[in-house]
């Protein structure tokens, strides 16, 4: 009590302290002011109207004074009571934190919100039980909740927990490409976590448990991550059920080789090191589309427990730096996967590209490979259709270790993909009624049918019954496979499409594969069509562009010839050159063609042995541009 008088006493004298100093200094500043200044001021105060406006400017600038003096030293003296940390995205910690941000209940301080919309289980490649589970019908993404940018209060084991999120302006004048990927670099959000008091354990303890919990949700699932245009980092990931390794059909020996070549090489770090070889390896996989090549990779990396990061080089907004930036940190235990190498090389060479612009360059791609340091064992796979348009660069031992062609599917590809489809019973001897269902699709129903199945499966009756149809899908699988043939170019995506057309009846396939052969033939046909009037068109132009240039060179000399003084560029000059980039394409092939042929001679690692070299020839079909045998 005696406390508070004397505060009282205290806070009374200085207030009387601090009026009378007004006071005074309101009667020294009447003293300085002039007559007429005196006659100004006394108007102001005279009319009501004046006085009020130049009361509420003084009101106001209090009220500015103050407010920035309270958010200047809120956050200082706050500091002073609490321990922060801070993440910036792109960061793995920032992922873990904000996955156990998004898990932790909302309490009421949260009011400004964002929202995801979630598929527990995401397995794109299973596509094909999708479209005909009429449950999928009903069902519905999870709606996930997060706190929004600002600052929230959330609880953890019995605590407070203040979580502030961030998003730095976007710097002004973000008109050109090098400021938007700057200003994209610098607006990377941030996450910061506080906790009452000095003891920065809390604090250890929650980034321990968010990575503990986010490790534990990918446990046995594949992670693929994706970059975002104009992004330097792996800003998207999903998590999926691993495919299962055995689904993919391919040649014969061919994944069990790569698997075993790839285990080889994870179990030999110490070997590269004892020779001072970079510790990595890099596989290129080309052939026509739909032969399996990305979903082997995904398979592959389930099968290792591994994650796989996947670039796209031909999207536009990606450039050297980026892509450097992106394959040095790629998460540990990952696989890189960059599609379609050729997309970003056609670009280049069509001049589109510069290096510093927002597409990647060959120069980048090389640099980017062969300064993958901050990972060592970096597993890298490059994936192309038409690896005669890639340079020998690109593909040389040290960059690319083994190429092997994904091709038309052989007879073991056509035999496996039917029996995946028909059998009762996978490879693997489980029941495949439901056979390769993932955990996602496995709702109540559907674990209800599997367990039905496990009881009928027990019954010898039902046994019988499923040898007899068994031993009647091995017939007709020796059937399709006198029918399909290598020679036919059929893809294994193809032989897909065809089997999941006609799953409910394998019994009537036989009958429909030569309508299935025609088709294909026929789209064939329509693509060499095509493929042939683009050629033509590039000839006309180019042929048109040499009599342009023919004809600008004669007149030229006749001018000279005439005693004219002739400038040393002219139209016929800009136009070759505007011309040029579409004309590259041709010419680019043949020169590539031309660069490819000598390195393959040259190139003693080029890898036949694993591919189906017996069956695989240069194709006179539709697709020109089909890989040839490697
Ligand atoms: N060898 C295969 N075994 C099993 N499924 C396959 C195989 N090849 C293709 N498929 C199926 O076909 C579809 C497309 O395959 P995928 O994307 O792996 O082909 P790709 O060779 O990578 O094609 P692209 O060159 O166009 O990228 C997938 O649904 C996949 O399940």
Known sequence: MDWLVIKAGTFLNSSAAVLDHVVQSGARFEATLSPPAMRVVKAVLGNDVLSAGFFLMIVGSFYTFFKDLITRYYYEVQSWFYVSVQVQEGDDCYKWLSEWVAERPLTKSVRHLTV????????EEQGYYRSNNDSRQNERPRLLFL??????????????????QERPEQAAGADNEQSRILASIQKKQSLTISTFGWDISRLKMIVQDAMEESYK????????????????????????SPRAFHSVILAEGLKEELLEDISTFRNSAHWYHDRGVPYRRGYLLHGPPGTGKTS?????????RMSVCIVNLGISGLNDQQLDQLLNNAPRNSILLMEDVDAALVRRKAGKAQSGSNNVTLSGILNALDGITAQEGSVVFMTTNHIRKLAPALIRPGRCDRKLVFDYADKHQIRGMFLKFFLSRSSEGQATNEPTTPVRFRNKKATEKSAAAAAADSDPKEQARKD???????????????????????????LQGFFMLHRDEPETILDKVPGFLTELAHEREMLTEKKEKRRQRRTMKKAKKQAREKKAKEEKAARIAAGETVESSSDSDSDASGDDASDSFSDSDSEIEEEWMKATKTTPNTDTKLTNSADTKEKVNGDADAAPAV
């Open 468 to 494: 007899a149809y068994d031993a009647k899908i091995y017939e007709i699988a020796d059937q399709i496979c006198e029918k399909i043939t290598f020679e036919d170019s059929v893809t294994t995506a193809q």
């Open 296 to 304: 082997f990779i995904v398979a592959l990396a389930g099968h290792l």
């Open 147 to 164: 706190p929004g940018m600002g600052s929230h209060v959330l609880y953890h084991k019995g605590f407070k927990v203040n979580v502030s």
């Open 217 to 240: 949700k990918k446990e046995g699932k594949t992670t693929i991550y994706t970059s975002q245009p104009y992004d330097s980092y792996w800003s998207n990931s999903s998590t999926r």
């Open 116 to 123: 995801k919309a979630v598929w527990d289980d995401d397995e």
